[in-house]
Nanobody, 115 residues
Framework: QVQLVESGGGLVQPGGSLRLSCTAS??????MGWYRQVPEKERELVAV???????NYADSVKGRFTISRDNAKNTVYLQMNSLKPEDTAVYYC???????????WGKGTLVTVSS
């Protein structure tokens, strides 16, 4: 069982920045990523990164968010800049022990963008 622990959420004003971190309890050989969810909507992909550092972003965050990972620390990061109120959501970390294998989820961290 892989445990994912997220940190870095909080309240920020529009135009501000936040950095989310997610550390896994063991080595992750598959894709890691961030998803977000608002009430009454489905969870949506924000950004993912393969172990070899290939990335994919939702169109809504391209140019504003940057995903990165440190394989030695089993950690994935999400640098969020130029935040907008519509970025407000619970952000969930996701990791696949191996690509094609079981996906694990963190408990989520709340990001609120408001003045």
């Amino acid at each position: 069982q892989v445990q994912l622990v997220e940190s870095g959420g909080g309240l920020v004003q529009p135009g501000g920045s936040l950095r989310l971190s997610c550390t896994a309890s063991q080595n992750i050989f598959g894709t890691m990523g961030w998803y977000r969810q608002v009430p009454e909507k489905e969870r949506e992909l924000v950004a993912v990164i393969a172990r070899g550092y290939r990335t994919n972003y939702a169109d809504s965050v391209k140019g504003r968010f940057t995903i990165s990972r440190d394989n030695a620390k089993n950690t994935v990061y999400l640098q969020m800049n130029s935040l907008k109120p519509e970025d407000t959501a619970v952000y969930y970390c996701n990791a696949a022990l191996y690509d094609g294998g079981i996906n694990y989820w963190g408990k989520g961290t709340l990001v609120t963008v408001s003045s």
